[in-house]
């Protein structure tokens, strides 16, 4: 059999098992339950493949991932021209038409690309709720470095909308395009555009200065506690180490940079410093408490810094699977 005898399901099979068991795991942390159900069907009733019908599929996977790439640069038009000079015309379109149907090239495509200051210059002055439409279709990195940019007086006005923002007609997202004087109007798709949304918050503020995030949490507490609740539930900020394990903590603090660890623990309360020095050698504590002992007064900006990358440690460990964060009194997690 070659590789257009086999289906999409079967091709995505023969895929995970050319990667592994390691990288397919990965994979399947990010699928449905229902095609993870799917795929190990297929993948059990998969039998030996050939070594060409495996490296057809994998070329076939390799172009694909090209072309969602090339379109994300610089649209369908672009994707094209790349894999026609790199495949040819035929397998170009074949590529392109496979994504087509069920490709969503999503509004303001464009401002991703520009530089988040020069962002902040066009939108600056607009209405809350502009302002929250557009952040919540660019990157989180973006949209943290405009909420940060932004007045603080419309700082929490602002993610309170994108965090209440449900669907928006695409009407409007065309209007407020035609505003900026964008040109990707006719790419938005003519279905409700779902955006927005706990998780979009969650996602910028978890990406923002700790300066930023703690003034626009503690306006939201008081104006939309309810909310504020329900986007804290979702966060993890530094001082919430205290709701790991000791495993994980152990874990976690495998990965720290001892200097960083030093300056966080600095500006940290005694119920922090504690849970972290009972999990190092005493050796290794009294190492930590001297630096900070020497060290002398830090600026808050880098205790913020320095507790920002131990929580990135603690998010990228809880994202590939090897610690758990538990909330809700226990009988949640969250991972």
Known sequence: MAAEDFSGV???????????????????KQLKEDEIEELTLAIANTRSISAAVKEEILNEFYQICLAQQYIAEGGINYAKELLEKSFGTDRAMDVIGKLTASLQVRPF???????ASQLLNFIQDEHPQTIA?????LSPKQAAAIVSAIPPNKQADVAKRIAQMDRTSPDVVQEVER???RKLSSLVNQDYTIIGGVDAIVEILNTVDRGT???????????????????????????DILILDDRAIQRVLRDVD????????????????NVIFNNQSKRLATMIKEDMEFMGPVRMKDVEEAQQKIVNVIRKLEDAGEIVISRGGGDEIVG
């Not at 099979?13 to 397919?24: D, M, Q, T, V, Y």
């Not at 495509?109 to 530089?115: G, L, M, P």
């Not at 439409?133 to 279709?137: G, H, P």
């Not at 623990?265 to 005694?270: Q, R, T, V, Y």
């Open 109 to 115: 495509e464009f401002i991703r690309k520009t530089d």
């Open 213 to 239: 995030e703690k003034h626009i949490m503690e306006i939201m507490e008081i104006d939309e506690p309810e909310l504020a609740e329900e986007i804290r539930k979702k966060m993890f900020v530094f001082e």
């Open 10 to 28: 079967q091709k995505a099979a023969i895929l995970l098992i050319a990667l592994g068991p390691e990288k397919s795991a990965s994979i399947f």
């Open 258 to 273: 001892n200097n960083d660890l030093a300056i966080a623990l600095k500006g940290s309360n005694e119920e922090v410093q």
């Open 133 to 137: 439409l557009i952040l919540s279709y």
């Open 179 to 181: 505003i900026l004087e």
